[in-house]
Every structure is written in structure tokens, then in C-alpha cells.
């Protein structure tokens, strides 16, 4: 498996191409923004490999370039149901607010639920619902990674103060991730990556 980190848009969110080196199937995660190198990503992976876009939550910053995406690759959108409103919603998914225009985003292909299982070529994938950030915020696990979204950070964690926010939840759902066995990459979206032992240790928050 390979995975690449590419930062998108003016609040540097992390998307991320992941592809199964044994099939060279791809998924992309949380296409915040499609700009030329993000495409040229994509079309050096090859633009009909990609199986899945896959959103972590709603927010603009991590969607905004979802219909770019499905149009050049012809991927499926999927997202956790409870986010599926946001999505088309310029306040809950903080376009308005951030940018001054409300944007709205397509209606995914897929709504996912907790522990849902899929696979990208010969790997398998698990949805965590990891409510907090968002009510809908999941995280996608495989073998030894965990894209997490803005759930878990580097010494951090995702803010509460947004719709349907939630530090209640947020504690609840880092528990939850921490409790998962052995050790694993946590590719976040935004700032550098970190293991999940790491952050059992040190952050704050968990």
C-alpha cells in the first residue's frame, strides 16, 4: 500500500491518495480543494483507478473539491449518513462563514455507518464514527493506518465550537481510537502525521 499527502486550499487540509499497490486500485481522502497538482496526482495514479472519494466529515475545507474529483475520476462519493445534510447545508459545512459564499456539495453515492467495511483492491477498510468535531465525523481504518479527519491532531484535537460540535462526544470518540490494538499511522487532516501510540502518550486530549 502506498499512501501520498497533499495539501490543499488556504487552511492547508491534508488530502490524501491511497492506493493498493497489489491492484493499483486508489481512493482519495477529503479533496478539499482540486487545484493542477492535486490533478496531476491523480492522473499519474491514473484517473480510472480511483474506486472511492472519501470524506472524513462536511466542512468545505475537506469536501470543496469533491465534484472536481468525481467528474475527473468518476469515483464514488461516500460520507458518513449523519453528515450527509451538511453537505448541503453553507452554514453547517462553514462555507458561509469562512469564505462569504455559501457553497453546497453533491449528495454522496454512499452513506456509510459505523463499522461499515469496504475494500480499495485487496485491502479492507472500517468506518469509525468518531462524532465530536462533527455529528457525522469518521475516521477510515485499515492495516496500521487510520485516516482520521479533525478528530484526532498531533498533540490535538478537532474544535467543538461549529455545528454540531461536541466535546462531550469528541472525548468519547478519541477513547474509543485509543482503545484500538497495536500501533498505528494516524494521517489527520491537517498538520504532520503522528502514531497513535504517540498520542496514547502524549496528547492532551485522549
Not at 475527473?72 to 461516500?78: D, P, R
Not at 454522496?108 to 472500517?126: A, N, S
Amino acid at each position: 500500500m502506498s499512501v501520498k499527502r497533499i495539501s490543499v486550499g488556504e487552511l492547508g487540509t491534508n488530502c490524501y491518495i491511497y492506493c493498493d499497490e497489489a491492484t493499483g486500485r486508489c481512493a482519495i481522502v477529503d479533496p478539499g480543494e482540486m487545484d493542477d497538482y492535486l490533478q496531476s496526482n491523480i492522473e499519474t495514479f491514473g484517473c480510472d483507478k480511483f474506486d472511492y472519494i472519501l470524506l472524513t466529515h462536511c466542512h468545505f475545507d475537506h469536501v470543496g473539491g469533491v465534484s472536481a474529483v468525481k467528474e475527473l475520476t468518476g469515483a464514488k462519493i461516500a460520507i458518513l449518513a449523519p453528515d450527509v445534510p451538511g453537505l448541503r447545508d453553507m452554514y453547517v459545512n462553514l462555507s458561509a462563514p469562512f469564505t462569504g459564499r455559501g457553497e453546497v456539495y453533491p449528495k454522496p453515492d454512499i452513506e456509510l455507518t459505523d463499522g461499515e467495511k469496504f475494500t480499495v483492491g485487496q485491502t479492507e477498510f472500517t468506518v469509525m464514527h468518531t462524532p465530536g468535531h462533527t455529528v457525522g465525523s469518521c475516521c477510515f481504518i485499515t492495516d496500521g493506518i487510520i485516516f482520521s479527519g479533525d478528530t484526532l491532531f498531533r498533540m490535538s484535537a478537532g474544535r467543538t465550537d461549529f455545528p454540531g460540535g461536541s466535546m462531550t462526544q469528541l472525548r468519547g470518540s478519541l477513547k474509543r481510537l485509543m482503545k484500538l490494538d497495536g500501533n498505528y499511522t494516524v494521517y489527520p487532516g491537517h498538520d504532520a502525521p503522528t502514531t497513535l501510540a504517540s498520542e496514547r502518550e502524549y496528547n492532551p486530549y485522549c
